[in-house]
């Protein structure tokens, strides 16, 4: 009794002597059902990954992982950012694949004066204006990430594209971002409904204007139809493929052999070759039996950074300003190359030609044609007024 | 606009039409002669596509993936036409459509936890892999394919409701389902034929569509509406409709989506044209069925009643 007694008191003691801020809450918001899904499981993927390899925690601070799905509906987004604001008390939310879903949520938890590491969506109003300094985003401005294809097409010597989107916000922003740096004549704009499945007809249009090459933005199951079609038309190879976040790592083991030959603009190639970069593809592909996606990639990096911040102010974000200071440093090596955040605490990237070839064993795999923009900002940085 | 893009553009919509047909004919019998709503329709299609497409990665056969497809998508419409919604025919047509919907629900998420929610991978069989050349413009040669096959279940669909027994039965059924009972025919059993009948056919839209489009959790949801629209218009419970109703609504769908856009160019400002030719363009069908139903209510080729 006696000796259970002294156990008692020692394990009393030795809890009291415990630092009092136990656990770093983190919020996780994404896609995790509908036709995103996919997306949304490889940003969280990633993330745990990052948890991984940093030993089980993030900065040598232990963190519980709260994920929520905000099944790319606003409302649903802004009703959870609210639980895991008030409720859950997190300390950081991270995530977010969809920018309708993050323009509900910024405000709310960034009000809040919680730290908000989005790791995909960009849309343009956060990264000018709407800036604030509890956002960063390892990911992109949504119309910079096409920039470097109207770049590429202007370099490959292209003088009259056929361009299509679907007809939403993200596909004009796509179409905005790719004329803001190509020099030739983009002879047809097409819009499409959004989720269209079939894209004969206008496959057929576009052959048979003649162009030098197509370009188009089709995320997701959009992007699998239409290249396919666009294969099967027999167009692949004859006439140019050029797209942006349409044949992505989340596709590609759809589409396969159908995609061989397209030419692709990314901030991210898995192939990219530094040490963080072959390490991620190695232990994400055992963990996970795929390629990561450059979805992956961001998500990564964002618990790298939220790691580096961590391990600087020894855990601590009471002082929110040290915090951001220690964010802003960027302080951890990008699995996609030079990365360090702008004024508007956006990215400077480089970006990247890939192409779909076939790799050693003969399977289509992305493969790194060189760098397209070199430590790239985006266009927004001067509106923001943050210093 | 040149003569052999506007034929390829024709043969694009009938080609589109023709998918639609496969879906749209099991939906019509069984709303037409059961009188029941099945928005899972679209489920039954997707499911057809996954079978498809694990059946072809395990055999690398599109045959194979077909044998296999169909059957386990008919025996899962009959399973689930006799578990859930068999009970349902008496039911008001609200309480069939929550519980169908109910059933999208399910079998979307069914095929995540099966499948994950990455889209899967099918491809066209390598003898259809290439293309033809028509007029100078080369076209998919599975998509002639397709076609193919939809014109032949098209001709044994007309054989088997015009020239069977079986077929007589369901004509009557869509007449007059209660006098049909009343003659001593086995209605609960014709209905589950009927059922079955719907889901092979949805199986093989799937499969037919497998390596076109993307098969995913959901992708049976647009293409249901479609055929919604392809049954109305067509009028509820005709396959003769359903067929002719299928090819309009591939036809208007698909040069509309094509031509529409370039027309209005021609009389307003660019970015005005822009702007609203994918918009009015994706309306199209949606006019179409409502003059359809403005002139005629019951459709273009309604089952005669009496």
Known sequence: MKRLLALAAASVLALAAMPAAAQIKIGFIATFSGPGAALGQDLYDAFMLGIDHAGGKLGGQAVEVIKEDDQL??????????????????????????????????????????????????????????????????????????????????????KRIYVLAPNYQAGK????????????????????????????????????????????????????????????AGLLGKLPLLSTATIDGTTLPAIKEAALGAITASPYSPDLDNPQNKRFVADFQKKYGRIPSW?????????????????????????????????????????????????????????????VVKDASGQPAFANKGVVFKNHADNYSKECPLK | MTSSLFFTQLLNGLQLGILLFLLSAGLTLVFGIMNFVNLAHGSLYMMGAY??????????????????????????????ERVALARLYSRDHLDQVLTTFGLILIFNEVVRFVWGSAPVYMNVPSALAGTVSLFGLP????????????????????????????GMLIRAGAANGAMVAALGVNIRLLNSLVFGLGAALAALAGLMAGPIFAVQPGMGEPILILTLVVIITGGIGSIR??????LLV?????????????????????????????????????????VVLALRPKGLFPVKHG
């Open chain 1, 173 to 232: 922003d796509a179409i905005n971002g790719f004329k803001r740096y190509f020099k030739g004549r983009i002879i047809d704009e097409v819009y499409t409904q959004v989720n269209q499945p079939d894209y004969a007809a206008e496959i057929a249009q576009a052959a048979a204007a003649k162009p030098d090459a197509v370009y188009v933005f089709y995320p997701g199951g959009m992007g699998i139809n239409f290249v396919r079609q666009y294969q099967q």
């Open chain 2, 241 to 246: 409709g359903a067929f002719y109703g299928a």
């Open chain 1, 73 to 158: 509906k606003p409302e649903v987004g802004v009703q959870i950012a609210r639980k895991l604001i008030e409720k859950d008390r997190v300390q950081i939310v991270t995530g977010v694949i969809f920018s309708n879903v993050m323009m509900a949520i910024h405000k709310p938890i960034t009000d809040a004066g919680v730290f908000f590491i989005g790791s995909n969506a960009g849309p343009t109003p956060l990264t000018g204006k709407g800036c604030s300094r509890y956002f960063f985003s390892t990911a992109w401005n949504n119309d910079s990430l096409h920039e470097p294809m109207g770049k590429l097409a202007t370099d490959l010597g292209y």
């Open chain 1, 295 to 355: 979805f992956a990639a961001q998500s990564y990096d964002a618990a790298q950074l939220l790691s580096s911040a961590l391990r600087r102010t020894k855990g601590d974000l009471t002082n929110k300003e040290r915090f951001r200071a220690a964010l802003k440093a960027a302080d951890f090596k990008s699995v996609t190359g030079p990365f360090r955040f702008n004024t508007n605490q956006f990215p400077i990237r480089n970006y990247y030609r890939v192409d």
């Open chain 2, 139 to 166: 076209y998919s040669a599975y998509r002639f394919a397709i076609i193919a096959v939809g014109l032949a279940v098209g001709a044994g669909l007309y054989l088997l409701i015009h020239r069977t027994r079986i």
């Open chain 2, 51 to 80: 079978f498809a497409a694990a059946a072809y990665r395990w055999s690398g056969s599109f045959i194979v993936a077909g044998l296999i497809a169909v059957p386990a998508t008919l025996a899962l419409g009959l399973a689930v």
């Open chain 2, 250 to 290: 591939g036809v208007v769908d698909t040069v509309g989506r094509a031509f529409l856009p370039g027309i209005l160019r021609e009389f307003f400002e660019r970015a005005i044209a822009q702007a609203a030719g994918p918009a009015i363009a994706s309306m199209l069908i949606y006019l179409l069925m409502a």
